[in-house]
Structures are given as structure tokens and as C-alpha cells.
């Protein structure tokens, strides 16, 4: 089975500095990886998604990830952090079941502090 | 606004209780994900239906059990309710039957069991 592992469930960045965010995949055929993202008293949204057309990938917000073959790593990153990025970030697997109905398995998030 | 509506936002409970979750999906989307959030399990998949069949089953409990009627809409029981179930239970869905097609989440129904 596909899965997700987060490296640090609480990062903290200066406001202006670098984001980055660690997500390692364990798949054993090409995966489809998505990076969602969590505000308080609100559902996941989309930030972005790898299926495998470009192995960098652009999200909203400025957000981009990486996916990296030999490192089976897709980290998000960002490249100056704003006060409305702190949210809780979610690393996501797609693959098929048995029957061929996508299931998708999320990471533990990862919480994202801003300091100003 | 994803477009996916659950009611309600909130419900307290005691133990032992049984309640219904309500999910309406984006118009148009065939697929119904339901997840649970948890402080220490994060977020677990429970059950997916697609166009009113179930599809795929995850950490379901027994007492838990779900359904899609045929309008589409999802309704998730949760009955004998222990202290542990207090949760945040999210609906999500999809368009498409495969991947990787993005989930559209609603905004939760929190959970509280007394």
C-alpha cells in the first residue's frame, strides 16, 4: 500500500523566510502526490498536485513542490513566508483499489507557525 | 467555497448516542470520501462511495455505517458513541472514479461526545 510520512508536525518560520516542508512518499509504481492545506474552522484545499507531467510543480500562493525519484521525497516550499501561510499542511497519496476507485491516503500534517 | 455542504458544523452528544452526518457533494461529482480528524490520528479515511455503491472501506468501525442515495448525497451513522469518537468528520468529493483526481473538502462536522 501507497503511503505518506511528514517529517515534523510543527515547523515554525520567521515571517520573509524560506518554507519548506518534507514529504516522503513509499510507492512501488509512479504515484500521483498532492500537497492540501488546512486554515483553522475550515476543510483541506488543493494547494498542488503531481501526476507526473513536469517533476516541479507551481501551486497557489506561491507554494511549489519537487517531486524527486531517487529521494522519493516531494517537498513543498516557498519561498518567503507570509503571515497567512500558517495553516496545517497535508502531504497526500493517490493510487487505485482493487476495484479502481481511487483511494487517497493523507499524511499526519504538518503545522505551520508564522512569527512576525 | 468548495461546494460540498455537511450538516451540522457542530454536535454534542453523550455516550451511547447515535447521530447522522449529512454530506451534499459539488454538483456533478460522483465520488464521496468521508474522513475523520483526530488531534493523535490525524486524518483517517473511512469509507468512499461511488455513484451510490460503496467503493472502498478504511478504518470504519462496526458501529459506524454510511450510505449514498440517489441524488447523490451521503449520510454517515454514528451510533453506541464513545468518548474517542469525538472528531472532526469531513466529506469530500471527487468527480471521477480514479486518480488523481482532487478532492473537494466540506468544512467538517465537529463532533462531541459527553
Known amino acids: 500500500a501507497q503511503s505518506v510520512t511528514q517529517l515534523g508536525s510543527h515547523v515554525s518560520v520567521s515571517e520573509g523566510a524560506l518554507v519548506l516542508l518534507r514529504c516522503n512518499y513509499s510507492?512501488?509504481?509512479?504515484?500521483?502526490l498532492f500537497w492540501y492545506v488546512q486554515y483553522p474552522n475550515q476543510g483541506l484545499q488543493l494547494l498542488l498536485k503531481y501526476t507526473s507531467a513536469a517533476t516541479l510543480v507551481k501551486g497557489i500562493n506561491g507554494f511549489e513542490a519537487e517531486f524527486k525519484k531517487s529521494e522519493t521525497s516531494f517537498h513543498l516550499t516557498k519561498p518567503s513566508a507570509h503571515m497567512s501561510d500558517a495553516a496545517e499542511y497535508f502531504c497526500?497519496?493517490?493510487?487505485?483499489?482493487?476495484?479502481?476507485?481511487?483511494?487517497?491516503?493523507f499524511g499526519i500534517g504538518t503545522k505551520l507557525q508564522v512569527i512576525p | 467555497d468548495s461546494g460540498v455542504t455537511q450538516t451540522p458544523k457542530h454536535l454534542i452528544t453523550a455516550t451511547g448516542q447515535r447521530v447522522t452526518l449529512r454530506c451534499s457533494p459539488r454538483s456533478g461529482d460522483l465520488s464521496v470520501y468521508w474522513y475523520q480528524q483526530s488531534l493523535d490520528q490525524g486524518l483517517q479515511f473511512l469509507i468512499q462511495?461511488?455513484?451510490?455503491?460503496?467503493?472502498a472501506k478504511g478504518n470504519i468501525l462496526e458501529r459506524f455505517s454510511a450510505q449514498q442515495f440517489p441524488d447523490l448525497h451521503s449520510e454517515l451513522n454514528l451510533s453506541s458513541l464513545e468518548l474517542g469518537d469525538s472528531a472532526l468528520y469531513f466529506c469530500?468529493?471527487?468527480?471521477?472514479?480514479?486518480?488523481?483526481?482532487?478532492?473537494?473538502f466540506g468544512e467538517g462536522s465537529r463532533l462531541t461526545v459527553l
Open positions: 469530500a468529493s471527487s468527480e471521477g472514479r480514479g486518480p488523481p483526481g482532487e478532492l473537494f
Open positions: 510507492s512501488s509504481v509512479p504515484p500521483y
Open positions: 497526500a497519496v493517490s493510487d487505485r483499489n482493487s476495484g479502481g476507485y481511487q483511494k487517497v491516503t
Open positions: 462511495y461511488y455513484n451510490g455503491e460503496e467503493r
